[in-house]
């Protein structure tokens, strides 16, 4: 793929400095810890080193995140503007915390980051998604002081896929959270043991879960659990269906020192199999869902 090749040269020039640079700056501790603890001179020469190493480093570092910018606003939203009928691809914004919140089953964030957003759709069905990082903030009182760190409790996809209809109620459908929400969600049991095994459902509408989550239904989303690994959650609200993977990747990631190639770009197109599966395992695409009266 000609396309690739620039970007495929910066990388590898990028990726070239930082390969020497590390084991310069090694080396120059190594010197100076073994030799120039005595000699002044070894002592300068180490310092030098040192500080060729770091540069570096921080100019390969530079170059590469330059690379992958220009290649997420250019290469990959073009592929992207292929993949999704009527694609947009924004890889520096993402959904807003309060559309995340829409799901209502997301846990409160202290600390929240969103990037590579897109909006299309996929057999007619619209959607939007991004790669979401949701971080708790968390206090240690140590002997030296008080120190605050960030944990992830969440990295992975959000989706927001529009719905044929609206019905009453609200439904959601967990792995391991729970609905955090005014509305009076209560837990209800399917008919399938193995689902239930897998899923947890809360309904504000018996009669919604029961017309929305029919055993067809049960069938094709513990398939989609099986076939995508991470904590899913999915909610049924108004006119939308939410879906959230945690599975502590990001969809479009560019790695140091792993290949740009037709098979990684190939790997980008796979990564939109989970909501292809979402829209197609459970017929999204097809005017099935009545408007419950």
């Given amino acids: 793929m000609d396309a690739l090749k620039p970007y495929q040269e910066t990388k ?41 190493g770091v540069i570096l480093i921080i100019i390969g570092s530079v170059a590469f995140s330059k690379m992958v910018r220009t290649f997420k606003t250019t290469f990959l939203k073009e592929k992207i503007g292929e993949w999704v009928e009527n694609g947009v691809y924004e890889p520096n914004r993402g959904l807003a915390l309060n559309e995340v919140y829409q799901c209502e089953f997301m846990r409160h964030a202290d600390r929240f980051h969103a990037e590579d957003y897109i909006r299309g759709s996929l057999d007619g069905v619209q959607f939007e998604m991004c790669d979401i990082k949701l971080e708790e903030r968390r206090v240690e009182h140590t002997k030296n002081g008080t120190r605050t760190y960030y944990v992830p409790f969440f990295t992975g996809q959000f989706y927001a896929v529009d719905f044929n209809k609206n019905f009453n109620g609200a439904l959601q459908v967990l792995e391991t959270e729970r609905p955090r929400s005014k509305r009076p969600f209560k837990k209800i049991k399917m008919e399938s043991v193995k689902f239930n095994k897998i899923y947890k459902t809360y309904t504000t509408n018996d009669h919604t879960a029961f017309y929305l989550i029919t055993p067809q239904m049960m069938e094709r989303m513990m398939k989609i659990e099986q076939d995508h690994p991470g904590n899913i959650g999915f909610a049924f609200i108004d006119n939308k269906m939410y879906l959230a993977i945690d599975n502590n990747r990001s969809l479009l990631e560019v790695q140091m020192f792993r290949p740009l190639d037709e098979r990684r770009i190939e790997a980008f197109k796979d990564d939109f199999k989970l909501i292809q599966d979402v829209i197609h395992e459970l017929k999204l695409n097809q005017n099935i869902f009545k408007e419950i009266a």
């Fill in 12 to 52: 590898k020039a990028a990726e070239k400095k930082i390969l020497i640079g590390g084991p310069l700056a090694v080396l120059a501790v190594a010197l100076f810890l073994l030799v120039g603890l005595n000699s002044q001179v070894i002592q300068i020469l180490a310092g030098i080193i040192f500080l060729a």
